[in-house]
């Protein structure tokens, strides 16, 4: 095997989030009178909540304390939560559960390596609760992707030198962090066209060959 183990990035990798995310923000900009829209929705993939935030009070001009933003977090976290709740094991495709599984039985370790401070509740929706063998995300960093702490941290977790696992990512941000740890990287969907990543898949299942080479 190419590598021991696997970091997978969680949304928008193994499963598709980010919608959840456009909805819950646009509510809150159209609140707040702000232009929002998917283009700006593309820069907030593997950002943390707070620095998410920042990037789309860029387009307001009034003046908003600390307070206030927490305020607005939280609320369009609440509101984001609503949608998680309603997710179910059908959220997790039979191509990333058979590729999961797969990787598994060669004896290639897994873990999660995600922004997302709501990581636990959305691996319990899709039926992967228990699941990976080390869960590295945004309520175990204090410096989120591009900072390559959260990928350094799960592969602590399981014992092993970067050189050793490969991150899969769907954003710029994750790709940045895993170069920057010295992971090498497999780049999915919209990081896919970058061209900074080791590999770019066409396909989830198209890491198998990587791992197996
Ligand atoms: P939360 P990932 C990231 O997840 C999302 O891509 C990003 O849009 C989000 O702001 C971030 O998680 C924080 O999420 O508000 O749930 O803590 O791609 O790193 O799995
Ligand atoms: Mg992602």
Redesign the pocket.
Known sequence: MKYKAVIF????VICFT?HY?YLAWKQLADKLGVPFDETINDR??????ME?LDIILEKSSISISSEQKLEMAENK?NL?REFLYKMSSKDLTEEVSRTLHSLRDKKCLLAIG?????TPLILERIGLDGFFDAISD?NSIARS?PDPEVFLNAAGILGLSPSDCLVVE??GA?IEAAIAGGFDSAAIGAAASLGRATYNLNRFDDLLKIVEA
């Open positions: 990035d969680l949304d928008g980010d995310h907030l993939r593997g950002v943390s909540r998410s976290n984001y995600s922004s997302s401070k709501n945004g992707k769907d954003a994750g």
